[in-house]
């Protein structure tokens, strides 16, 4: 009796964290876009809940146990299941090869295996679509920083890469919190409460007045070039992992890039903190001028 009563907080505490709502969490998912682990133990059901219990064990109550996925635990099932598997394909197989030749059997490996890609695809299909965007501001903010760029260029990509970056945030944040439930005044209060402690608000709110103002400060794309640097090497890493074209060229970046992720975020805030110095003394030599 005494050892039931020990586990059952541990119990309790393990039903709260399978039913607690990640989906609406944001935090789950930088948590989640944080884990660096292989696309194909990215789609297995146990990993994904095993990261859930560690994300609710560091977020939501610390007193939550969470035992270690070890590789022999992973692997053990796999292995357990092969030769039972084996052992039905090789009896399968030897009936049909009194009846079909070695061919179609290789086409029905082949059509086994298919599947996954898709599925894949079709999960990443959000991700994509940032990633191109951010993507596109990488190119367009090198080409305004480049100083042999015809000015006019120059003034024109360093506009776009704040639109990018905005258009990119705001769209993060609409597939991640979408409409408000309804239109009243409270539920927009509940909405814009959970939307504006985010960073894809602060960096839409960043991006917009440099969109609207004459001023062009090219040390302003500092903190943008920083955030669309780190999407960019994790999403490379994580879904073009296997490709030669990134081993030969984008592995060292991306790998150097997520190793520095801390010393970009703290070069992105020093050049915030020095872009309000230097709008505030804008300001002060235009009303000493005036």
Not at 34 to 61: C, E, G, T, W
Not at 243 to 249: C, D
């Amino acid at each position: 009796m005494s050892g039931d009563e020990g586990e059952d907080p541990q119990k309790l505490k393990r039903v709260g964290a399978a039913a607690y709502d990640y989906d609406n969490d944001p935090r789950w998912a930088d948590h989640w876009s944080n884990v660096l682990i292989p696309p194909h133990m990215a789609s297995r059901n146990d990993v994904v809940d095993h990261f859930k219990r560690k994300f609710y064990q560091r977020y939501i109550d610390h007193d939550l146990i969470v035992e270690p996925m070890t590789t022999k635990s992973s692997s053990q099932p796999a292995r357990a299941s092969a030769p039972s598997s084996q052992s039905s394909s090789s009896a399968a197989q030897n009936s049909e090869t009194r009846q079909r030749s070695s061919g179609t059997s290789s086409r029905t490996s082949g059509a086994s295996t298919a599947p996954p890609p898709n599925s894949t695809s079709l999960r990443w299909d959000k991700q994509t679509i940032q990633f191109s965007v951010n993507a596109w501001v990488l190119l367009v903010a090198i080409l305004a920083i480049i100083p042999l760029v015809p000015k006019n260029l120059s003034n024109r990509a360093y506009r776009l890469s704040f639109l990018g970056t905005a258009g990119s945030s705001l769209y993060s944040l609409y597939s991640l919190y979408g409409k408000p439930r309804a239109w009243s005044l409270q539920a927009l209060q509940v909405w814009f409460q959970s939307v504006v402690v985010t960073k894809d608000f602060i960096h839409s709110i960043y991006c917009l007045p440099f969109i609207t103002s004459n001023l062009c400060l090219k040390f302003a794309l500092i903190p943008i070039l920083c955030r669309v640097l780190e999407y960019v090497a994790k999403f490379l890493r994580r879904n073009f992992s296997r490709s030669t074209l990134y081993r030969k060229y984008l592995e060292e970046v991306c790998v150097w890039v997520e190793s520095n992720s801390t010393t970009l975020s703290i070069l992105s805030s020093q050049s915030e903190i020095g872009l309000g110095f230097l709008l505030i003394i804008s300001l002060i030599s235009l009303v000493l001028l005036l």
